[in-house]
């Protein structure tokens, strides 16, 4: 019997297109950690204020002025969207599947794909973007890229209040206060470019519904499985010739009517992707 590692290098090689489904598993593999030594290193003083212990918990923490709301997104950004990852995971998958015709789909805010080094073309990020504000008044229907602020706001957040200058506070052109680009409600602004790309992500499917397909599935959990997870095995199911690959600790399983055109791996994405690249090259 093959090893794991050599059959999925096998079916990507074979594939006439890879579909990538990316979940939170991956960019912590990456080590983009939320909570840990990560947080405690940046935003432990919110831990003895409010009692968040991870970076998700502090966006909808009671912050009691919008200049110190702001000086944490201001960190909270930089360090998920701007600031180089950890570990070159992502590129690592990039030379994985760089020859193929391949599509991303991810839940993931942090656009490291392109980061990375993926083709902007084939990414479609469903639940935004942490290098994007949009208005805090949704029928403005419009984003805006943060970088520049980000950037510039940096130095003079406060080391004592974590405040930034009223003055610089984030504005619309017509003056309206401005909130981060991520799904949390109804008032999540689906702006020209994700409606681009909602339809560049549905041509592609169209065009390899009925091919040898492989949907590969990186640190995908339970969190959200209607966007990845559940297409997936609907599209593998309905494909005779696709197949399913599953690598995620703790998480690695299909459903049964697919069982024998899948393969789940149960391990750590940061030593499987660079064997799997090793296998790939031999």
């Not at 079916?11 to 912590?28: H, N, P, R, T, V």
Request: aromatic share 16%; with cysteine; net charge negative.
């Amino acid at each position: 019997m093959k090893e794991p590692l050599t059959t999925i290098a096998e079916k990507i090689k074979d594939a006439d297109a890879l579909f990538i489904g990316a979940g939170a598993g991956l960019s912590a593999a990456a080590g983009f950690e939320y909570g840990g030594a990560t947080f405690q290193k940046y935003f432990s003083y919110l831990t003895d204020k409010y009692g968040v212990n991870d970076m998700y918990s502090a966006g909808f923490a009671p912050f009691e002025s919008e200049e110190e709301f702001w000086g944490y997104w201001a960190l909270a950004i930089y360090l998920n969207r701007y600031k180089d990852g950890a570990k070159p995971l992502y590129k690592e998958i990039l030379n994985l599947v760089k020859d193929k015709d391949y599509f991303v789909l991810t839940t993931n805010v942090d656009h490291q794909f392109q980061l990375s080094g993926f083709d902007k073309e084939r990414l479609f990020y469903t639940q935004g973007d942490y290098g994007l504000f949009q208005s805090e008044d949704p029928s403005d229907q419009k984003t805006y890229d943060n970088e520049e602020w980000v950037r510039s706001v940096l130095p003079h957040i406060d080391p004592v209040t974590h405040k930034i200058p009223t003055s610089m506070l984030p504005r619309t052109e017509d003056g309206k206060k401005m909130v981060m680009n991520l799904r949390c409600d109804e008032s999540f602004v689906e702006d020209k470019g994700w409606h681009q790309a909602c339809r560049r992500y549905y041509s592609f499917l169209d065009k390899v519904r009925d091919k040898k397909v492989v949907y590969l599935e990186l640190g995908v959990g339970m969190n959200t499985p209607g966007i990845i997870k559940y297409p997936f095995w609907k599209y593998t199911y309905q494909n005779f010739h696709a197949f399913y690959i599953c690598i995620n600790k703790g998480e690695a399983y299909c459903p049964k009517e697919i069982e024998k055109r899948s393969l789940c791996v149960d391990g750590d994405l940061d030593e499987i992707i660079p064997k799997l690249v090793d296998s790939s090259n031999n």
